[in-house]
């Protein structure tokens, strides 16, 4: 298996195991708040991260013959731990924004819709290239034409408004646009597992701020929502985001955004099999309209891929 198919792979089920944390994280707001629920998954992701650091350096340490393994943050470079540390946080204030706000979105309306909505990322992505002074497509530009008709028929009502949750989401997905172009940026250049822990380390104590600020925690909500929390940590957050990390460095970010978009389908699929979310035939086109501009804005095109930060 060569490593691009095995990485597309991964990315896959990177998707199926987001378009599920959906259910999870609209199940979870029945008994805690949005930063509550974030602020406490992205811990259990960063704690479940440990030790798997540990057992990598172990498998690292044997395949050398019993050398240190050299990711080890106290055997890097002073350059290596500056990436490091740069990385972490800014994907850590990524995730940030963008967890905080699909949270607050996925309180206001369904599971399946919110997939949808937090996809227009995939779109984001290319577009993003006006921002390097690149050339964007012709594709990208009618995929964004059918990607706003697509919102329009799923979010805006018949008395031509939007939902708070709607602009959540909206605003969450050029969240997520950021932290995909921070991941690539910084993924080739240290160690994929370390900078994920700790980008769950910063956000979820960024969300803990907020919790404190504007939410009343308890115990017994906590608690009571322990199934939720451990889905959207271990599996959502400790797996999905490192499988993530791991797979984007021997693919194209474009086709990583496809693979990744798919989280939308099987959110709809999850919420529809788990809650019995049902979406109007409106709403049903939009996404059809989205689903259509997210795969377009996929055609491969030549070029040099994205840089963030000049680091």
Known sequence: MSKTLRANLLLLLTAAIWGVAFVAQDVAMDTMGPFTFNATRLLVAALALLPCIRLLDALD?????????????????????????IGGLCCGVALFAGSSLQQLGIKETSAGKAGFVTALYIVLVPLSGLFFRRIVRRSVWLAVGLC?????????????????????????????????????????????????CLQ????????????????????????????????????????????????????????????????????????WLLLGDMLSLRELGGCALMMAGILLAQIPARGRKYKFLNI
């Open 61 to 85: 340490q044997k395949a050398r013959g019993g050398a240190a393994p050299n990711r080890r943050y106290r055997d890097m470079t002073p350059q290596q731990r500056r990436i490091l540390l």
């Open 148 to 196: 706003t008709v697509g919102l329009y028929f799923l979010c805006v009502t018949e008395t031509l408004t939007i939902a708070l949750g709607d602009i959540y989401l909206l605003l969450c997905a050029f969240a997520f646009t950021a932290h995909i172009l921070v991941i690539d940026h910084f993924s080739p250049r240290t160690d994929c597992v370390r900078m994920s």
């Open 200 to 271: 769950f380390f910063i956000a979820s104590a960024l969300c803990a701020v907020m919790m404190l600020l504007t939410e009343q925690p308890s115990l017994p909500a906590l608690l009571e929502g322990w199934v939720p929390i451990l889905y959207a940590g271990v599996l959502s957050g400790g797996m999905g985001y490192t499988l993530q990390m791991i797979a984007q460095r021997d693919t194209d970010p474009t086709i990583a955004s496809l693979l990744m978009s798919l989280e939308s389908v099987f959110a709809v699929l999850a919420g």
